[in-house]
């Protein structure tokens, strides 16, 4: 999973260096994408737990944003800490291509099913309060 | 009539927010000026503007947002060709009727200041506040269980495009290709005909560098927790799957860059004061 999380921390680093000639926070930016990533994963689990076990808490979801900052600003924090991000990029270049073109596979199909899985709780907690609405 | 405290905060807040605004671009502008706080020594052609005036209704709007066209006192000057000022008469009438400014992403403030009035009251010569006019029924496509038919109680959708305006405008004043400048080190714009200094930075190297981590970090920022602030009020019930798809897609193109603001603002003002029987809150206060 971490191999997973570096290599899209990769392309993201790739593509904004592409994409805007800019090479002072291109870091920051894929961080930042990732982290986005990786809270849709968390806020799956946790509403997956809500909803299944506790649904009185499900009001939670307002605060998931500033789980997200947290876990951003963490994000940040660890990657530019002895500049990580250095070492990542460099364990990318050692990658070879089969290896490169099966993480790309699992990265879309890790990035769909993430979509997917957000959608289908989000639709599932909506029925509820469909039918239990707030009063 | 003498304004005491006390009337100062029955104005509400259109007044503190009037003030605010005031001071930041006060500021801005003297900051862009080599820090002249004299409005009056403020050079033509390279200053933030800002300005004041008053309706006939004799409420004071402030138009804060005035960009490196020059200093203007009816209104923001123009951010790029076609920019945040170009179209100050399009964008009003077009955000009341949901649609986005005509391809530049203009704005009118006029269409704020309506805002104003209609989320805090409107006033006379005298301060004396004019009774409400009642509002028109929600669009039918907002009833749903959770929000009694208004389509948002909050102003997240007006707030983003505002941070989004600021980010642009933000932008726009480090370093603008359109209106051959950039801000230096020192807070001066300069042509960018100059190549700049140690002291001033360089053009392309600190001011442009800038300007890309602004808009790009800043807008990611903001249309990620458009994102989110959509799924997460489809997920509450509070706005219709319909709703839900407008809106992301709507989020989605301000993502581009200009034209995406000026289509986020267009997009959060008309749906939130503009008349609309098919979406938004369908007020047409301001057209009676």
Request: net charge neutral.
């Amino acid at each position: 999973m971490i191999l997973l999380y570096k290599y899209m921390f990769c392309r993201v680093y790739y593509f904004y260096v592409n994409a805007f000639k800019e090479t002072d926070i291109p870091h920051y930016f894929a961080t930042a994408v990732v982290s986005v990533l990786f809270m849709t994963n968390v806020v799956f689990v946790m509403d997956s737990f809500f909803f299944f076990f506790k649904c009185e808490w499900l009001d939670f979801g307002s605060y998931y944003k500033f789980l997200a900052l947290i876990v951003l600003f963490a994000a940040l924090f660890f990657i530019q800490k002895k500049q990580r991000y250095q070492h990542i990029l460099n364990d990318h270049e050692q990658l070879s291509k089969r290896a490169r073109n099966t993480l790309l596979v699992i990265s879309v199909f890790y990035v769909l099913v993430s979509g997917f899985s957000i959608c289908w709780i989000g639709e599932e907690i909506r029925q509820f309060h469909v039918e239990n609405p707030k009063m | 009539m003498i304004i005491t405290v006390t009337s100062l905060l029955d104005y509400g807040e259109f007044l503190v927010s009037a003030i605010a605004v005031a001071a930041v671009s006060y500021v801005i502008g003297a900051a862009s000026n080599g820090w002249e706080w004299n409005p009056s020594k403020w050079t033509s052609g390279h200053s933030v503007g800002f300005g004041v005036n008053t309706n006939t209704a004799g409420n004071t709007s402030v138009y804060g947002f005035g960009g490196t066209g020059g200093l203007s006192w009816t209104g923001g000057a123009a951010i790029g060709n076609g920019g945040f000022g170009g179209g100050l008469s399009s964008f009003g009438q077009a955000s009341y009727n949901q649609m986005p400014s005509g391809g530049t992403g203009s704005i009118n403030m006029r269409g704020v200041e309506r805002a104003y009035q209609h989320e805090y009251g409107v006033w006379d010569n005298s301060f004396n506040k004019i009774p409400d006019i009642v509002y028109a029924t929600p669009s039918p496509i907002m009833e749903l269980p959770n929000n009694s038919g208004n389509f948002s109680n909050d102003y997240d959708g007006v707030l983003q495009a505002a941070a989004g305006m600021g980010v642009d405008v933000a932008g726009e004043i480090v370093f603008s290709e359109v209106n051959n400048t950039w801000l230096g080190k020192d807070f001066k714009i300069r042509s960018q005909d100059i190549g700049g200094n140690g002291t001033t930075g360089g053009k392309f190297k600190f001011a442009r560098s800038l300007s890309t981590k602004i808009k790009v970090f800043g807008g990611a920022v903001i249309g990620a927790y458009g994102y989110y602030d959509n799924y997460n009020q489809y997920r509450n019930n509070e706005i219709s799957r319909t709703t839900l798809y407008i809106e992301q897609g709507s989020n989605t193109i301000g993502f581009i860059l200009v034209f995406g603001t000026g289509w986020g603002i267009g997009w959060g003002a008309g749906k939130r004061w503009g008349p609309s029987k098919w979406y938004g809150d369908n007020n047409y206060r301001w057209f009676e």
